[in-house]
């Protein structure tokens, strides 16, 4: 089922689509080569709890940690660890917080130093495919029509879009109905309308969209170790145009 949401509800959506934001540019600020991501899930926990929040992964169904620090072929869900980033590498960074109530939930997946042409590619189209998929999240379009837009955009520069996970609602749980995957047909799937909040989150790899679980039963690799880009935002279904709730301007403007 899903739950459509009051003016009063978004707006607390919307706070914590923020902070989830500004954490992540927090943590941004700190991506360079030689940092551990241990010290940056420190920098993230400290900063959500500095404002009053609580980070909503660290003990999600037993997750470890305050963020998912995902490292090249890492697609989702890595630990923090003692590895130092290395030039060259990509990190993705998904975030969520707790406050008030609802959670904020987003990705942004950050260079380390400078990246091969190839990688900053992948990393220039995965986002650009996630605001082509916002653009169709408008009421009276499908859940079909993002997806599909995520996929053929990608698709053309011959990437690939992980089938295994997918966007969700967002509300007082962390994941709630609808699915939004990243691959579909215009016009399939749940009808979008006023009320609706959704995470859309591009999960896109270099090469083949195989994936694999890691012993530890969370980190998700690609199967050809190639890198895997993620971008998430948060968007709330409104006629006529998306309203975004999150947003990577903070990471940006810096
Ligand atoms: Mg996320
Ligand atoms: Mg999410």
């Known amino acids: 089922m899903i739950k459509l949401k009051t003016e009063e509800e978004i ?5 914590n689509a923020l902070l989830v934001s500004k954490t992540l540019a927090e943590v941004g600020k700190h991506v360079a080569p030689g940092v551990t991501t241990l010290e940056l899930n420190k920098i993230a926990e400290t900063f959500i709890r500095d404002h009053g929040a609580v980070p909503a992964f660290l003990g999600y169904n037993g997750f470890p940690y305050a963020l998912c620090m995902s490292v090249n ?6 630990f923090a660890s003692d590895y130092h980033l290395q030039e060259g590498d990509i990190v993705s960074v998904d975030c969520g917080t707790i406050l008030k109530g609802f959670y904020g939930d ?4 950050f260079p ?10 992948l990393l220039e189209v995965t986002k650009e495919s996630l605001y082509r998929g916002i653009s169709m999240a408008v009421a009276g379009n499908r859940i079909g029509d993002i997806s599909n837009a995520i996929q053929t955009y990608i698709e053309s520069f011959g ?15 962390l994941h709630e109905s609808p699915d939004v995957p990243n691959y579909g047909r215009k016009g399939d799937g749940k009808k979008l309308v006023e009320g609706m909040v959704i995470c859309i989150e591009p999960m896109i790899n270099a090469g083949t969209k195989s994936i694999f ?4 039963g ?23 145009k998306p309203d ?4 990577f301007e903070f990471i940006e403007q810096q």
């Open 159 to 173: 990437f690939s879009a992980v089938r295994e996970m997918v966007g969700h609602g967002i509300g007082k749980r």
């Open 106 to 109: 987003s990705a942004y997946t």
């Open 11 to 15: 707006e607390l959506l919307r706070e």
């Open 244 to 247: 975004i709730l999150s947003t």
């Open 73 to 78: 072929d890492v697609v989702v869900h890595g």
């Open 112 to 121: 380390v130093g400078k990246v091969s042409e190839e990688t900053a590619k």
């Open 218 to 240: 969370w980190t998700v690799s690609t199967v050809d170790r190639k890198k895997s880009a993620h971008f998430e935002l948060t968007v709330a279904i409104k006629k006529g």
């Open 213 to 216: 679980m890691h012993d530890d």
